[in-house]
Structure formats: structure tokens, C-alpha cells
């Protein structure tokens, strides 16, 4: 079992920064990948980025690239979600979550392990 606590949300204004963190207790940390999903107002969740196990390989949504960074601390079990020049449609529930890396599989898909999520807000 895995169990991953999100935080760092809050309201900001358009083209402000956050940084999302996400803790996860359990199981050894680095034997997940890990990624980020959103859920706005009215919405389906969708995928935000993906990291692996060691950090060594991301994916981004064309929504969020260049604008938001995943990096992971794996002897602190925690991800991290950069979010830059944040816009209005970045208003959401971010959701972290965690597939153990034997799975396989899309970079989508896959993840048994999810937070409870973090509120955005971008007022513009």
C-alpha cells in the first residue's frame, strides 16, 4: 500500500507560480512512477505529466509543457509539480498519483495509488 498526501494548492493570479507537493508513506517510494492528473469544473480528469521511477524520464501534456516541471525526491518520497504562467484553464483538482513501475503500460494508465487532491485556482 501506498498512501500519497498532495499540498500546495491555493489561489493565485494569472501568470503566478505554485509548487504542488505530493508525500507518499507505505512502500518504497522508488519502486513507483508517478504523475500528476487534473479535474476541473464541469471536467473529466485528465493527465497532467508523468515521472519514473529515478526521475530519469517525463511527460508532459501538450496543455502544460513548457510551463509546468515534475521532479521527485526519492529519499524524501516526495514529487514535486512546478506550475509557471499559470492561466485561468489550470484551475482544477490536481491529483497525485502512483503505479508501481512493473506494471508497464502508457504513461496514463495504470495507477492504483492516488491522493485525495489539492485545489488551483487561477483568477484572471
Known amino acids: 500500500q501506498v498512501q500519497l498526501v498532495e499540498s500546495g494548492g491555493g489561489l493565485v493570479q494569472a501568470g503566478d507560480s505554485l509548487r504542488l507537493s505530493c508525500t507518499a508513506s507505505?512502500?518504497?517510494?522508488?519502486?513507483?512512477?508517478m504523475a500528476w492528473f487534473r479535474q476541473g469544473p464541469g471536467k473529466e480528469r485528465s493527465f497532467v505529466v508523468h515521472?519514473?521511477?529515478?526521475?530519469?524520464?517525463?511527460y508532459y501534456a501538450d496543455s502544460v509543457k513548457g510551463r509546468f516541471t515534475i521532479s521527485r525526491d526519492n529519499v524524501k518520497k516526495t514529487v514535486y509539480l512546478q506550475m509557471n504562467s499559470l492561466k485561468p484553464e489550470d484551475t482544477a483538482i490536481y491529483y497525485c498519483?502512483?503505479?508501481?513501475?512493473?506494471?508497464?503500460?502508457?504513461?496514463?494508465?495504470?495507477?492504483?495509488?492516488w491522493g485525495q487532491g489539492t485545489q488551483v485556482t487561477v483568477s484572471s
Open positions: 507505505g512502500r518504497t517510494f522508488s519502486n513507483y512512477d
Open positions: 498519483a502512483a503505479k508501481a513501475t512493473y506494471i508497464g503500460g502508457t504513461v496514463y494508465s495504470g495507477y492504483g495509488y
Open positions: 515521472i519514473n521511477q529515478y526521475g530519469t524520464y517525463t
